[in-house]
T-cell receptor, first 116, second 110 residues
Framework: GAVVSQHPSWVICKSGTSVKIECRSLDFQATTMFWYRQFPKQSLMLMATSNEGSKATYEQGVEKDKFLINHASLTLSTLTVTSAHPEDSSFYIC????????????FGPGTRLTVT | RKEVEQDPGPFNVPEGATVAFNCTYSNSASQSFFWYRQDCRKEPKLLMSVYSSGNEDGRFTAQLNRASQYISLLIRDSKLSDSATYLCVVNDSGYSTLTFGKGTMLLVSP
């Protein structure tokens, strides 16, 4: 149980285009989903926290107008990187938490974004 | 600023060796502590939670010292498959967010 999927697993796009990444909890309802970014040899950095049906909470330094997060249902959250630039190239990982008395987050397999 | 510090390594050890990783955290209000394992180009996976009394899971032993704000992970009888990056992770309060260390890379050689 507690499986989280992400789609796509990798994507290459041109500078200036937008990319949408999906995060799904497959066998549980995720009241909270988290979006992380990881640059090479760096730690995972939390970008934003999203609760189903409400606006996402962004970490300091993360532009909410550039990284659009939608958590429309208890099993799906999306991250859209708008007007992507090469410096947005990174490994984007989502995680989900059921919220039923557990701190544990279940991670998706990640999406590797390359902006050319 | 919330910080979790780890020795980046890499730690190169032969099969069968015992290796220890250390981690310190800056937020004294931190409540929950974990060790995650991350393989190259993969997502992190929970290895074990860390409890105040210390806990063991097979070849893995985790210790927590709240007074020193220090967490450790001991791996005994290292296997080739243990090669990965080990992430120290702290949950700051309640249901709040996880703060990840940069990880310590372990390379186990035959």
């Amino acid at each position: 149980g507690a499986v989280v999927s992400q789609h796509p697993s990798w994507v290459i796009c041109k500078s200036g285009t937008s990319v949408k990444i999906e995060c799904r909890s497959l066998d549980f309802q995720a009241t909270t989903m988290f979006w992380y970014r990881q640059f090479p040899k760096q730690s995972l950095m939390l970008m934003a926290t999203s609760n189903e049906g409400s606006k996402a909470t962004y970490e300091q330094g993360v532009e909410k107008d550039k990284f659009l997060i939608n958590h429309a249902s208890l099993t799906l959250s999306t991250l859209t990187v708008t007007s992507a630039h090469p410096e947005d190239s990174s490994f984007y990982i989502c995680s989900a938490r059921s919220g039923k008395g557990s701190y544990e987050q279940y991670f998706g397999p990640g999406t590797r974004l390359t902006v050319t | 600023r919330k910080e979790v510090e780890q020795d980046p390594g890499p730690f190169n050890v032969p099969e069968g060796a015992t290796v220890a990783f250390n981690c310190t955290y800056s937020n004294s209000a931190s409540q929950s502590f974990f060790w995650y394992r991350q393989d190259c180009r993969k997502e992190p996976k929970l290895l074990m939670s860390v409890y105040s009394s210390g806990n063991e899971d097979g070849r893995f032993t985790a210790q927590l010292n709240r007074a020193s704000q220090y967490i450790s992970l001991l791996i005994r009888d290292s296997k080739l498959s243990d090669s990965a990056t080990y992430l120290c992770v702290v949950n700051d309060s309640g249901y709040s967010t996880l703060t990840f260390g940069k990880g310590t890379m372990l390379l186990v050689s035959p």
